[in-house]
């Protein structure tokens, strides 16, 4: 659904609306879906050589790919803008087919006409949806619920405007600041963020399948879940077998190929050995890959 042939049988991209029109329909089916998360143009040809059905971004993988931390605003010269963000973005949609979901920070700002702004730039670079997070990097807790609740509605409405077509996922991190409730925290605020306007809602942090079920049986709407970090390892399976309709895999992937790279030059400098060039993709493959990808633009 996110390419088609002209008379001339050749490869046309789908457009940003056509996208995200087959984005939405992913969290209606029966059965959920894997979503992971790239952070630069090859990581997402990559990825989407997979045959999964869509792509997210991550702002960690990102921000490392940068040589910066992930979203710490608090030292002004080592912040990811949102220029530098929308800049890799658009160089990953613009490298496959497949509907890309766009990791969006919180809007970048607290008022929410910044959401509703980022949102408007997210839509013009092309990509099929986005995440909106309640947690503000600026007092390291959640956005007061009142303010969380209109940016989300700020956001769908910058969507309405713009014609509809724009996935809007609300990131929820009650898990990951210490509230003293965050299953009750997370489960009514993302209920409030779906009758707000949210399509899917995104409670980080939570790797318990009891939890996990509790969400999906309480929340009122498509749940996203990210795998590849904590202590308990869960499987795509699993998640989608229990109601979970979106799985993605956050700043995991990026981490694990910087974790090869360290391991790497420690190989190299400790035994004088290159053992970690055999899981290497071949030149040849690579060349053939980014060939084909680049020929269906």
Known sequence: MSSSANSSGETVMATQVEKAIAFKALH???RGFVMPNAWDAGSAVVLAEGGVPALGTTSAGIAFSLGKPDFDIRDASSVLTREEMFQRLRQIVDAVVLPVNGDLEDGYGRDAQSVAETISLAIAAGLAGGNIEDN???TEGLYEEKVAVERIR?????????????????????FLVGVPDPLETAIR??????EAGADC????GPNNLDTIQTLVREINGPLNIV???GTVPLSVPVLLDIGVKRVSLGGSIARSALGLVRRSVRELCDQGTINFAADQIGQQELNALFSKMTASR
């Open 154 to 174: 700020a956001a769908r409405g910058a969507i309405e405007a713009s014609g509809g077509a724009f996935v809007l996922n609300a990131k929820i991190d009650a």
């Open 28 to 30: 209606s089916t029966e």
């Open 189 to 194: 605020r993302a209920n409030l963020f779906l």
């Open 201 to 204: 809602v995104y409670p980080c």
């Open 227 to 229: 795998i590849g970090w």
């Open 136 to 138: 503000n990097p600026r």
